[in-house]
C-alpha cells in the first residue's frame, strides 16, 4: 500500500510535517509566489486615505450639540470674540506647519532625487486632489497629518534653496497671509479646496511656486 | 517620531505582497484577493493603535485577513472550476511572461494547490509562505500542534499524489 492510497496513514520515522525534501519543498515555495498587481499598494493607500478624508468630515459635520452651543455664545459675545476666533485657525495651521517642517520631517529639504511626476500625482490623488499639472522641482513628497489634517508635504528645489510646501485639502484659511516664525518666512495661500502653505530660509521662491501650484490646484485661475 | 499615516504607509509598503498572496491561496480568486486586502488594511488602520509590537504586524495582519476572509466566504464563494482560468502565468525571471502552458511543473502544482481542501491549505500556506511554526499554526487555528503536523503532512502527501496522478483535469476539491 503506498501513501498515497491512505492518506491517514502517517510512517513511523518521518518528520512528522512532511517536508523531508527540499527539491518538492522550493517547487512549492515557487508555485505559491503568484503574481501581486502593480496597482496593489496604491489602491490600499488610496481606500484608506479616502476613508480617513471621510472620517473627518463626518466628525466635522456632526460636532457635538456642546460645541454648538459655543460656537452660538462666541458669536454672541461679539466683535473681539469673532475678531479671535478667525485669526486662530490661520496661527494654528502655520504653528503646526512649522512645526512639522522642524521636527517630523527634518531631513526632507536636503533630498536631492527628482520624484516623478506620478509619484506626485499618486500622492495628491490620495488626498482627493486631481493635478491638472505637476511643476517641477518637487524632490521630495508624503503624506502626513498636520494637525488632524491629512495633508501633502512636499519640497521644491530652488535656485534660492528648498521650499517646503503642504497643501491642506479642505481647510480653507480665511485670508492669505506672509509670516515669519523660528527663523523660517511662511506663507498661506487659501484656495476653493485646501490652503497652499509654503516655508523657507527666505521667500524668494514664493510668488513663482505659488503661481505654479495655485495654477495646478485651481485651474479657474489660470 | 513617525506619523501614524507614515507607519501605515510603511507596513503596507513592507507586507502587503506577502499578504496578498497568502489571500489569493486563501479565496483562490484574483479579485477576491484583492477586495479582501482592502478590507484587512482598512480594518488594520482603524486598530493600528492597537499594534505595540511593529515585529509582530505581519502576523497581526494575518490574523485580521483571516477573519475578514471568514466574513466574506461567507457572502461569497469563487467557484472551484473557474480556477484554472485564474491561475496567470509567473514572470520569468527577465519579467517576461510566456503562454501559459498547462503541462507545466509549477501550474500543475499550483491547481493541486488550490485544490485542496481549505484544512489542509490553510496551515501549509501559514508554514511555507510566512514562515509559522507548528506552534504559531496552532494558536492560529486553534488546534493542537499535533493536529497541524498531520495536516500539513497531509497536505504534502496529497499534492504529490495529484502530481502522481495528473490531477490537473480533475475539478472536484481534494479533501
Known amino acids: 500500500m503506498s501513501l498515497h492510497d491512505n492518506h491517514n496513514v502517517i510512517p513511523f520515522g518521518a518528520p512528522h510535517d512532511g517536508a523531508d525534501d527540499p527539491l518538492f519543498e522550493a517547487r512549492l515555495l515557487r508555485a505559491l509566489q503568484v503574481p501581486v498587481p502593480e496597482d496593489l499598494v496604491e489602491s490600499i493607500l488610496l481606500r484608506q486615505t479616502t476613508e480617513s478624508r471621510h472620517a473627518v468630515r463626518a466628525r466635522s459635520r456632526s460636532a ?9 455664545f462666541a458669536l454672541a459675545v461679539g ?24 521636527t517630523h520631517e527634518p531631513g526632507a529639504t536636503a533630498r536631492t532625487a527628482r520624484v516623478a511626476p506620478s509619484q506626485v500625482r499618486a500622492l495628491f490623488a490620495r488626498s482627493g486632489v486631481t493635478l491638472t499639472a505637476v511643476p517641477d522641482g ?30 491642506v485639502p479642505d481647510h480653507v484659511e480665511s485670508a492669505r497671509m506672509d509670516f515669519q516664525q523660528a527663523g523660517l518666512q511662511g506663507r498661506s495661500v487659501p484656495l476653493p479646496g485646501g490652503t497652499l502653505v509654503m516655508l523657507a530660509a527666505t ?7 505659488e503661481s505654479e501650484w495655485v495654477r495646478v490646484l485651481d485651474p479657474s485661475r489660470g | 517620531m513617525a506619523t501614524k499615516q507614515a507607519q501605515f504607509d510603511a507596513l503596507v509598503r513592507a507586507t502587503s505582497a506577502d499578504l496578498y498572496r497568502f489571500g489569493h491561496w486563501l479565496c483562490r480568486n484574483p479579485a477576491l484577493a484583492h477586495d479582501l486586502m482592502q478590507e484587512t488594511y482598512l480594518r488594520a488602520w482603524r486598530s493600528l493603535d492597537d499594534l505595540r509590537n511593529t515585529a509582530a504586524a505581519k502576523a497581526w495582519l494575518i490574523t485580521i485577513l483571516r477573519r475578514e476572509h471568514a466574513r466574506l466566504y461567507e457572502r461569497k464563494t469563487p467557484p472551484i472550476e473557474s480556477i484554472d482560468d485564474q ?14 502552458d498547462d503541462a507545466s511543473e509549477d501550474n500543475l502544482l499550483r491547481r493541486a494547490i488550490a485544490r485542496l481542501d481549505r484544512k489542509y491549505r490553510e496551515p501549509l500556506l501559514m508554514q511555507v509562505m510566512c514562515g509559522y511554526s507548528c506552534d504559531e499554526i496552532a494558536r492560529e487555528l486553534g488546534i493542537t500542534p499535533q493536529a497541524v503536523m498531520t495536516q500539513l503532512f497531509r497536505a504534502r502527501q496529497k499534492l504529490k499524489a495529484m502530481l502522481a496522478g495528473g490531477a490537473a483535469g480533475e475539478s472536484h476539491e481534494f479533501a
Do not use: K, M
Open chain 2, 87 to 100: 491561475l496567470a502565468p509567473l514572470p520569468d525571471d527577465d519579467g517576461s511572461i510566456q503562454a501559459p
Open chain 1, 64 to 72: 457635538s450639540p456642546v460645541w454648538r452651543i459655543a460656537a452660538a
Open chain 1, 79 to 102: 466683535g473681539l470674540g469673532l475678531f479671535l476666533s478667525s485669526l486662530a485657525p490661520v496661527q494654528a495651521l502655520s504653528d503646526l506647519a512649522v512645526e512639522h517642517t522642524l
Open chain 1, 138 to 167: 518637487v524632490h521630495y513628497i508624503n503624506l502626513c497629518e498636520i494637525g488632524r489634517d491629512l495633508s501633502v508635504h512636499l519640497v521644491s528645489q530652488q535656485a534660492s534653496g528648498p521650499v517646503t510646501i503642504y497643501y
Open chain 1, 203 to 209: 521667500d524668494g521662491a514664493f510668488d513663482q511656486l
